[in-house]
């Protein structure tokens, strides 16, 4: 997929109640390189800040926020 054709696959689905977990901001780091190591970049979507001190995570597949809260709980 061009940078392009996942911006707007990511839309998509984005709009239609995506799977979201909120983390906190040690998370950021870690939380990226297991995104980009275990799903595709049409799968996932960071939002830095989405609250005073914490990101969110959003993935187009529930199996995947459980798999990435798998992670993070793991830590």
């Not at 780091?29 to 979507?45: A, D, T």
């Amino acid at each position: 997929m061009t940078p392009q054709e996942i911006f707007e696959y990511k839309n998509r689905w984005m709009n239609n109640n995506p799977f979201c977990i909120e983390v906190g901001e040690d998370v950021d780091f870690n939380g990226k390189q297991w995104c980009k190591q275990n799903l595709q970049p049409h799968q996932w979507k960071f939002i830095k800040y989405s609250g005073m001190y914490e990101h969110m995570f959003c993935f187009e597949l529930e199996h995947h926020m459980n798999q990435f809260e798998q992670y993070i709980n793991q830590r």
